[in-house]
């Protein structure tokens, strides 16, 4: 088969939003790239890892501008297993677990993705239709509304891979403990930016494109997306790492995504995507200011960092920004797409009250976002150091080398300008043909006038300052009653119990208490259902012929119960 | 005058020090921000973090360990701020002169403004005691 | 239960440890015994016979360093007061500390401003004397003299 | 684990005095505390080794500013103790009289500070503006607001006069509808309760184990009151009751120290009554060598002072237990587990006076002075100095 | 246009307004406890009298973060306060959803106070700073519940100037069940972001002496003091145009509306002198607890039209 007779299999589309999304992924290729080439210095089997980066690209954008469905089921396949692979990488003792982890979830959920592949077959062409048909399904020929079980099933398994891949909630647990275990540019490159543009991308498309879904449908996504943004970050504030806890915020913001997907309105998609977008380069870029962290202290357990501040300005200004970006705080390219979910958001309130629980939700989310970034700023780069900080500082300056400082500077710079020119973008053209025309917005957060508000409140704030002494100050000893804090090295507020008082409030303290036995993990949950049904099966074994005979006389019996049934 | 010292003179915050004093002085310098003194008129409140202060309210006879803190938390005090020691601790050391635990005075320690006698002095006594020293300040 | 019948009680249990019984007042009585009884003695007035723990009072005497414990039987106004004698040039005695909660801080005290070691002392930190002060020197010590060449004692403001 | 050391001091709003409590706490929740004292002593039992009996009255008046009636009490009754004597009836009831009314003011002070910790400064004021009322009868009775100088060995140093008996007494009924009124607001208030019900408790047999005293028992179900044990004064001719309360939490502290300001507004009426003519003094010419223990109950506990005379004017040793010095162990009982927010209202919930608790007066063998002329000058002109300054002020 | 009104309303009028209030407050706290209060001028003076001290500098703490801290507050209301004056001038300009920008507009005071504390290498002052984000947690998810009350009155907009229009027509929505209730809320929630007792806990004298101001001297403390008083009178403000129909600024109006406002600033005042502190997780389970049922029981009346 030509090149030709490919394309004229309509086995490739390329709208805007596919190119936009392609030019992301090549994008965080090259800042992967060249991040790598410092992190993963020294490491063994490079020429193996880039090769894996390079054929991860070349699946994403396969996926990305992939029109037809079966092809795009087999590309998503190998990506999942390259994420195995890349996964491998890591040298935490947890690491295989994790990997497995990590592909039987992706992979399970790739299986629920045939399995919906095949559902959408048998609703297009009905039974009698041979393998011809399943291979011509794609995007721009078929359109399913959702009435009825089937459709329904298909959908929602179709979702769950979606879902999988971006990490939402049910299928969430991999993403934090990759985070923790899988080198940092994986983690930046996978589930903080690729996997999540190809998951929220292919829900976009299927429930815009393959799919018409009525209002009901809308809300479960908006509830999944909802419970994920609130789920992930209560967890996240709690968390001790620090990769672990930005692997919880990459959790939490696909619910945001998700929520803007499911209120099914041109603004609240809109958002979403936007938000996709804009989540890929914060989270990126806090994953990456998280390996310069661990580069040069080898650890990112919170209660041995502190005070970095000081030794990795650069690092901390773009951590800063990022934090604030993903917390929506204005003007940033974080609050931005979330003030468009919020419009979407109220835009479904003719579908009743829920909007309501969504909306909420969403702000809440934000607020606890913020309070887990305040928490990490104050125990990774803010606050006092610790032994540890000082004993490194002491014996090598460390700095941050460029290849490490260059990405995350320009996805700092990113956020910022996505953040304040928000309201030049124009959204209709970009994120056609999923929008399906252009979005009216019912007025616009004036993200530029805004930020030049804030620059002259800022701009005041330094007049006043010079009005008073701030130009010549003196430093002294903090002042803790009198005592010396240098001599006493265990005066410090590590920022690892932070917010333990959260625990104390009755209800949730249990759900946290759950949380960490892993009550609410699919694949722990999957694994003892298992261990349950094979601690059954095998208490059926117990080697004895009598037994086993009695069990094939049972089988016979209900054989021919069933058959004259 | 400049407007800042204007102010600062209208608006004296004090931080309150005890170096082994027997409560007293403490207490009637609490006195003066009750009701029946209430030196909130004069903008007088009572700083709870040293970097506020701009008045140090010393009282007692200065211990081997407080005099130590004394010297360290006098630094830690924002510039311009003055001295006041309550009491005749502060002054003379009254009857802890020959304590083994008490070896110099206030004034060989940190420089002193100001010195409110009494034992303890009446909280007018010390309220008159900060406005004179405000006043004295004010002329130059 | 009287007077009377603690200290005979006292003088049945403890008889070859106490070498004197001074009935001062109806309130106040003074029992003299030997250091290493403290340990028993000590613990049997406080549990047994459910006094509460005053105070001891360390004092430097011609003849020694004394400690007086102070203890009062509330329900008939009685203190009790047991004095023990340590000799001066090496004043040792077993802790109560360890076994009374309300012992160990004035242990501490009259280690530091005494001398007086307390063997087997839960806590043995300093109390009231700063950090740079110099070991050896007890100020409650009748020779105790200026050692702080520092010290500023005239008078002047 | 993310365990932090928190200092409470040295220098801290919680304390008028200096301490370094370290508190290690796990998030909020304190798992160890630790304290260091020792920035306020001033080895006042050396110093009064050095001065005449009488002229100790002045140097234990100065332990503790507050405490300034039993520390004096105290000592004037150990120095009683020392050989058998008898004290003139009208001197026992001034004693009474000015005890107890240090005992409303020191109660009164410690319930605007405790409001004041938990940030409700409204009963701080209140309190305080109450208190100033006891001080003026106190200034009345003994010419000064605090260190009265009342006490001396053998008797009291003033008299009271008789046409200063209507106005105290109109004063204090003065205060007695407010002092109701803040009791009732501050027992009922739900806020109040839920920062302090529960709050530090500290159980009946932690409280016997630490020889705790005062409120800080009597709070926790021991009934222990010198003023009932070990009758002084003339605590057993007036009719008045022991609070005790038995849970020994923060709030059942508050509740005893209230309650008992109403009891000693009571004894104070029932003294002034009573009030027998006669000498004020029994007029003490030498003290034999001998030693005596002087117990009695101040607003924090029981004030323990121990003398030993060698038969000249001055004591060879004087010992000085301030209640605090037991009650401040407490602590370890009482805070593990709680929060800091809480930590600082159950350290103050003991009342702790670190001044007296650090005393040590001493009496020096050498004798010398403790007011010598130039400082006996310099006093003087002090107190000349504030009533200029009274006068042209206000 | 939009700089000079920053300049006037935003910084000037809001500043002075808020020192204004202030003194109010301190004042009446001052007659509570039977005591005679400060001047009029006193929070001014306070200020300029911090602008000439020393700035002092923790060793070892990242310089430009603690003292850029300051400036991010001052700038966070200062914008908040801009944007209420525009809506309060002419309500038809303001642009949709503002109501959101200004609640998060709201919030950033406390964060730059929480970073302050961060940057002062203080224990006491990272403790404060946690307690102060947990408040933050904590009176948001009623503090949005209850201002999405005046949301619902004013047929589903998230535009400041048509909940303002709407209650020119209707009258204010506190005249409302659900708008009574709402208010309440809002006003406690109020009383959490301005850290004023009960729920002074971060900045806690008595525990933490001043939580993550501690080591703020000088300069930086005139400008955490300055967005404070602006806060003072922001806030009510902002509770002014969400339920009692914002302010009329002409001829008897003025005085109607200088009486609402002192009105909600006593009544702050009273709560703040009539408690003690409540402890942080307290404070925690009562903004999550009771004001969370309460604000949602408003939504739900709001919902029904009452």
């Known amino acids: ?565 | 005058m400049s407007l800042k010292l204007k102010a600062l003179l209208k608006s004296p915050w004090v931080f309150h020090l005890s170096t082994g004093s027997c409560n007293n002085c403490d207490i009637e310098t609490l006195d003066c921000l009750t009701p029946r003194f209430d030196v909130e008129r004069f903008g007088i409140l009572l700083a709870g973090s040293i970097k506020h202060a701009d008045v140090l309210l010393v009282s007692g006879s200065c211990n081997r360990m407080s005099a130590e803190k004394l010297k360290t938390l006098y630094e830690q005090v924002p510039k311009p701020c003055l001295v006041v020691g309550i009491g005749t601790c502060t002054g003379s050391r009254g009857i802890f002169i020959d304590s083994y635990n008490c070896p110099v005075p206030l004034d060989k320690i940190i420089p002193v403004d100001a010195y409110i006698p009494g034992c303890p002095p009446k909280p007018e006594a010390i309220i008159a005691g900060v406005v004179k020293l405000i006043e004295k300040v004010g002329k130059g | 239960m009287t007077r009377e019948q603690v200290l005979r009680d006292l003088g049945n249990r403890f008889g070859d440890d106490i070498l004197d019984i001074f009935v001062k007042s109806p309130k106040r009585v003074f029992i003299k015994i030997k250091p290493r009884a403290i340990a028993w003695v000590g613990p049997y007035i406080f549990r047994e016979l459910g006094a509460r723990f005053n105070i001891a009072t360390g004092t430097d005497t011609p003849d020694g360093i004394e400690i007086l414990y102070h203890f009062t039987l509330e329900d008939i106004n009685l203190m009790l007061n047991i004095r023990v004698l340590l000799n001066r040039d090496n004043p040792v005695i077993t802790s109560l500390g360890k076994e009374i909660e309300a012992v160990n801080w004035i242990e501490r005290e009259m280690k530091e401003l005494l001398g007086i070691t307390f063997e087997g002392h839960p806590d043995p930190r300093r109390l009231l004397l700063p950090d740079n002060w110099p070991d050896g020197v007890y100020p409650l010590r009748q020779d105790y003299s200026e050692w702080d060449e520092t010290a500023i004692r005239t008078r002047g403001v | 684990m993310g365990r932090s050391v928190i200092p409470i001091g040295p220098y801290h709003p919680l304390q008028e005095e200096p301490e370094l409590f370290t508190l290690t706490v796990e998030g909020e929740r304190i798992v160890e505390v630790d304290v260091r004292i020792g920035y306020n002593h001033r080895g006042i039992e050396k110093l009064s080794e050095s001065k005449s009996f009488d002229n100790s009255t002045f140097v234990v008046e100065r332990i503790c500013g507050i405490c300034s009636t039993s520390h004096p009490f105290a000592y004037v009754r150990a120095v009683e103790d020392i050989f058998p004597m008898e004290v003139p009836d009208r001197a026992k009831y001034i004693r009474t009289i000015i005890a107890e009314g240090e005992r409303i003011h020191s109660h009164l002070l410690w319930l605007g500070l405790a409001g004041h910790f938990l940030g409700y400064n409204t009963v701080y004021m209140w309190a305080w503006k109450l208190r100033e009322e006891i001080l003026d009868v106190m200034e009345i009775l003994s010419g000064n607001r605090n260190n009265y100088a009342m006490f001396t060995p053998g008797g009291v140093r003033r008299d009271i006069r008789p046409q200063d008996i209507p106005v105290v007494l109109a004063k204090i009924d003065s205060i007695v509808p407010t002092l109701e009124m803040l009791r009732d607001a501050i027992l009922d208030d739900p806020v109040l309760h839920a920062r302090l019900k529960g709050v530090g408790v500290l159980t009946k047999e932690k409280a016997i184990e630490f020889s705790a005293l005062g409120p800080t028992s009597r709070a926790s179900g021991v009934a222990r009151d010198v003023r009932k044990d070990s009758p002084y004064g003339v605590y057993d001719r007036v009719d008045w009751k022991m609070i005790v309360t038995s849970n020994g939490d923060v709030f059942d502290k508050a509740v005893v120290r209230i309650l008992e300001m109403f009891e000693s507004i009571g004894i104070v009426r029932q003294c002034f009554e009573a009030l027998p003519e006669g000498p004020i003094n029994a007029g003490i010419e030498s003290i034999p060598p001998g030693e005596g223990i002087g117990h009695i109950e101040a607003p924090r506990g029981e004030t323990f002072h121990y003398v030993r005379s060698d038969g000249t004017n001055r004591a060879i040793r004087h010992k000085v237990r301030a209640p605090t010095f037991m009650n401040l162990p407490t602590y370890k009982a009482t805070i593990v587990g709680e929060t800091i927010s809480d930590a600082t209202i159950i350290l103050a919930s003991i009342d702790p006076c670190y001044c007296c608790t650090e005393r040590m007066a001493v009496r020096n063998h050498r004798g010398r002075l403790l007011y010598d002329g130039e400082a006996l000058v310099e006093l003087s002109r002090a107190k000349t100095e504030n009533l200029k300054r009274r006068m042209g002020r206000t | 246009m939009i700089l000079l009104n920053l300049l006037v309303f935003g910084f000037l009028v809001t500043s002075i307004l808020g020192l204004t209030a202030s003194w109010v407050d301190r004042k009446v706290t001052a007659r509570v406890q039977y005591r005679v209060g400060p001047p009029f001028y006193q929070p001014l003076v306070d200020i300029i009298k911090l602008l000439g001290k020393e700035t002092l500098v923790p060793t070892g703490s990242y310089r430009s973060v603690f003292l850029g801290a300051p400036l991010l507050g001052l700038a966070g209301a200062v914008t908040a306060a801009s944007v209420l004056w525009m809506n309060q001038i002419h309500p038809q300009t303001g642009f949709t959803g503002d109501w959101i920008v200004v609640i998060y507009l709201l919030t950033i005071p406390s964060m730059s106070i929480i970073i302050g504390g961060f940057a002062s290498r203080n224990p006491l002052a990272s403790l404060g700073a946690s307690r102060e984000m947990k408040l933050v947690l904590s009176y948001e998810l009623p503090f949005i519940l209850a201002m999405l009350v005046p949301v619902v009155h004013s047929g589903l907009s998230i535009r400041l100037g048509d909940i303002l229009l709407a209650q020119r027509e209707a009258g204010a929505f506190a005249g409302n069940l659900s708008g009574i209730l709402a208010m309440l809320v809002g006003l406690l929630c109020i009383q959490a972001k301005l850290a004023l007792v009960p729920f002074d806990a971060p900045e806690a004298e008595t525990e933490i002496v001043h939580g993550p101001l501690i080591e703020y001297s000088g300069t930086g403390l005139a400008m955490y003091k300055l967005t404070k008083n602006m806060m003072l009178f922001i806030l009510p403000f902002f509770l002014i145009q969400m339920f009692l129909g914002g302010f009329s600024l002409a001829g008897w109006g003025i005085l109607w509306s200088v009486l609402k406002f002192v009105g909600v600033l006593a009544l702050i005042t009273v709560i703040r002198n009539t408690n003690p502190r409540v402890r942080i997780d307290q404070a925690m389970r009562f903004f999550w607890g009771p004001m969370t049922v309460i604000a949602a029981v408003s939504l739900i009346l709001a919902l029904l039209g009452l």
């Open chain 1, 1 to 565: 088969m030509s090149l030709e007779n490919l394309f004229s299999l309509d086995l490739f589309s390329f709208s805007p939003l596919a190119w936009l999304a392609a030019a992301f992924a090549g994008l965080f290729f090259i800042l992967v790239v060249i991040y790598s080439l410092n992190f993963m210095k020294g490491r063994k089997g490079l020429f193996r890892y880039y090769l894996y980066t390079v054929l991860t690209l070349v699946l994403t954008l396969g996926v990305i501008f992939a029109d037809n469905l079966l092809l795009l089921v087999i590309l998503w396949g190998f990506l999942g297993l390259l994420l195995y692979l890349l996964i491998g990488f890591g040298r935490t003792p947890s690491t295989p677990a994790t990997a497995r982890k990590a592909l039987l979830i992706v992979g399970g959920t790739d299986a629920m993705m045939l399995l919906g592949l095949a559902l959408v077959w048998f609703l297009v062409y009905g039974p009698g239709t041979g393998l011809s048909g399943l291979a011509k399904l794609s995007f721009s020929t078929v359109t399913i509304p959702v009435a009825g079980g089937l459709s329904v099933a298909a959908f929602l398994l179709l979702a769950s891979a979606a879902l999988a891949k971006a990490g939402a909630m049910p299928f969430h647990t991999w993403v934090p403990d990759m985070a923790e275990d899988a080198p940092i540019p994986v983690t930046a490159y996978l589930p903080a930016s690729l996997d999540k543009l190809l998951g929220v991308f292919f829900l976009a498309r299927i429930s815009l494109e393959l799919f018409i879904l009525d209002s009901t449908l809308g809300i479960v996504l908006m509830a999944l997306g909802s419970i994920t943004i609130m789920a992930a970050v209560m967890m996240a504030m709690v968390q001790h790492d620090m990769k672990r806890l930005l692997g919880y915020h990459a959790v939490s913001q696909v619910g945001y995504m998700v929520l803007g997907i499911g209120t099914g309105n041109p603004i609240g998609i809109c958002g979403a995507l936007f938000h996709m977008f804009n989540h890929t380069i914060y989270k990126s870029c806090l994953f990456m200011a998280a390996g310069a962290v661990e580069k040069s202290m080898n650890t990112t357990d919170l209660h041995r960092l502190g005070g970095l501040a000081k030794l990795m300005p650069l690092v901390f200004g773009a951590f800063f920004v990022a934090s604030l970006s993903i917390s929506g705080v204005p003007p940033f390219n974080g609050f931005a797409s979330k003030w468009m979910i919020y419009q979407g958001i109220i835009g479904t309130a003719g579908n009743g009250w829920t909007w309501i629980i969504w909306l909420t939700a969403a702000m809440m989310g934000s607020a606890l976002t913020l309070a887990s970034f305040m928490k990490l700023i104050h125990a990774v780069f803010l606050g006092q150091a610790s032994p540890h900080v000082t004993k490194i500082a002491e014996s090598s300056r460390p700095g941050t080398p460029f290849a490490l400082a260059a990405p995350i500077a320009v996805l700092a710079v990113l956020c910022i300008l996505f953040g304040v020119f928000a309201d030049r973008i124009p959204f209709g053209e970009l994120f056609s043909p999923v929008l399906a025309g252009e979005p009216v917005f019912p007025g616009l957060w004036s993200s530029t006038s805004a930020t030049i508000l804030i620059l002259a409140g800022l701009f005041l704030g330094m007049v006043v300052y010079l009005l008073g002494s701030a130009g010549k100050t003196r430093s002294v000893a903090p002042f803790i009653g009198g005592e010396d804090l240098d001599a006493r090295p265990s005066m410090r507020v590590s920022g690892v119990d932070f917010y333990s008082t959260v625990k104390d409030v009755k209800p949730l303290g249990v759900l946290f208490d759950w949380a960490e036995r892993k009550h609410f993990d699919c694949y722990v949950v999957g694994l003892r259902f298992a261990d349950f049904l094979g601690g059954i099966l095998s208490g059926l074994h117990n080697g004895l012929l009598g037994r086993y005979v009695l069990w094939c006389l049972a089988g016979v019996v209900a054989l021919y119960l069933a058959l004259i049934g």
